[in-house]
């Protein structure tokens, strides 16, 4: 396998499975970078997810958008556990993604491209020598983007990265992201619509169900109103899916643990736990984010939680909810941002999974 990703002067490329990144000027000799395997590639890739049902539409947009003759920017927004990096690997297996960009796609971490070279060159500089190179179209995945753009320190450089990237005249990116909005001053087409992507309908959570479990459903009221109480989140529906296979219980034995359980349900239990393996670490994670980047918009989250879901004309209201805070509307949509909440026709509402998640971690003895 080979695709020279820099010409000329400048060479990032995949020789005999590995990637090399290297540079040269006129009458010296090239300065080997860091050597990232073919193996590494595959091992950071994920396996887009056998069992994919709700997102047929969605991946038809981004098909389309990417083959068009003009660089698409996709963003897939939204909550952790809504399967954003499944839709991304769906697309880009998809046949005619593949039939354009051939070996150029790259699921490549931003903080995977740490690009070293000869003295007097800065890495963008190098970089920006490839993308000023007339290129046959190339496809860049960044999935996760949430962990350098929260974890780096350095918002204003990812920023200017981001815009700088997204001015080549031959990058497609898809970019999956905990937040509201993509980052940095260019535009993003949102994948899923303005509030990110959407739960599944309660069909299609019933169809991703059955195709997960050896279970035969005659009067589907029991399985409806479980899945009712997962509010559609992709991730809890597998996880409460391989509960049921891995104990073989019936809908009434699966409903029961959830009144008891809740959300502590939902892990894979025969899996260490992660954000792919565990609704609560992946809900963990964006409270984190949140306590990095503004810890005090924490705050709000346990009187909300407690609200019914879905505060109608919530700016109008939030200053009766909290008189005494003139920041309440700003922390409210710093929330927002980290997709801990969604705005639906200017209603406040939780994904129900985050909402219990976050009531049993604040009970409510402890917020009167």
């Known amino acids: 396998m080979t695709a020279n990703m820099f010409n000329g002067a400048n060479n990032f490329q995949i020789t005999g499975g590995q990637f090399h990144v290297?540079?040269?000027?006129t009458g010296s000799q090239p300065f080997q970078g860091p050597t990232i395997t073919y193996q590494d590639i595959k091992l950071a890739t994920p396996a887009a997810p056998t069992f994919f049902a709700g997102r047929e539409k969605i991946t038809k947009e981004a098909v389309r958008k990417l083959l068009q003759g003009e660089p698409a920017h996709l963003a897939i927004l939204g909550a952790g556990?809504?399967?954003?990096?499944?839709?991304?690997?769906?697309?880009?297996?998809?046949?005619?993604?593949?039939?354009k960009f051939q070996d150029?796609?790259?699921?490549?971490?931003?903080?995977?491209?740490?690009?070293?070279?000869?003295?007097?060159?800065?890495?963008?500089?190098?970089?920006d020598t490839y993308l000023a190179t007339p290129q046959?179209?190339?496809?860049?995945?960044?999935?996760?983007?949430?962990?350098?753009?929260?974890?780096?320190?350095?918002?204003?450089?990812?920023?200017?990265?981001?815009?700088?990237l997204l001015d080549s005249s031959s990058l497609f990116v898809i970019l999956t992201m905990r937040a509201a909005h993509g980052p940095g001053n260019k535009h993003w087409s949102k994948l899923g619509g303005d509030a990110g992507?959407?739960?599944?309908?309660?069909?299609?959570?019933?169809?991703?169900?059955?195709?997960?479990?050896?279970?035969?459903?005659?009067?589907?009221?029991?399985?409806?109103?479980?899945?009712?109480?997962?509010?559609g989140m992709p991730l809890a529906v597998l996880l409460i899916a391989r509960l049921q296979w891995q104990l073989n219980l019936g809908?009434?034995?699966?409903?029961?643990?959830?009144?008891?359980?809740?959300t502590g349900m939902l892990k894979d239990w025969s899996r260490n736990e992660t954000?792919?393996?565990?609704?609560?670490?992946?809900?963990?994670?964006?409270?984190q984010m949140v306590e990095q980047q503004n810890s005090d918009?924490?705050?709000?989250?346990?009187?909300?939680?407690?609200?019914?879901?879905?505060?109608?004309?919530?700016?109008?209201?939030?200053?009766?909810?909290?008189?005494e805070d003139e920041a309440a509307v700003m922390s409210i949509n710093q929330l927002l941002h980290f997709a801990l909440l969604y705005q639906e026709n200017n209603a406040l509402k939780f994904v129900v999974p985050i909402q219990e998640y976050i009531q049993s971690k604040y009970p409510a003895e402890g917020n009167t």
């Not at 034995?253 to 809740?262: A, I, Q, R, S, T």
């Not at 565990?278 to 994670?285: A, E, F, P």
């Not at 989250?301 to 109008?316: D, E, K, M, T």
């Open 22 to 25: 290297s540079t040269t000027t």
């Open 104 to 127: 150029k796609i790259f699921f490549v971490p931003l903080q995977g491209l740490r690009l070293q070279v000869q003295q007097g060159k800065t890495e963008l500089e190098v970089l």
């Open 251 to 262: 809908l009434e034995e699966l409903g029961n643990l959830w009144k008891k359980h809740k």
């Open 275 to 287: 954000r792919l393996t565990s609704v609560s670490v992946s809900i963990d994670l964006s409270l």
């Open 197 to 231: 992507l959407p739960q599944l309908e309660l069909s299609e959570a019933r169809q991703m169900f059955l195709s997960l479990v050896h279970l035969q459903v005659d009067d589907s009221m029991e399985l409806d109103w479980i899945l009712g109480e997962l509010d």
């Open 136 to 164: 046959t179209p190339m496809l860049l995945v960044l999935d996760n983007f949430e962990t350098p753009w929260n974890g780096t320190g350095y918002q204003t450089a990812v920023i200017n990265f981001i815009d700088w």
């Open 81 to 99: 556990g809504m399967g954003k990096t499944a839709l991304a690997l769906h697309i880009i297996k998809n046949a005619e993604v593949i039939g």
């Open 297 to 323: 918009c924490e705050r709000f989250l346990p009187v909300l939680s407690y609200l019914p879901n879905g505060l109608p004309a919530w700016i109008q209201h939030v200053d009766k909810l909290f008189p």
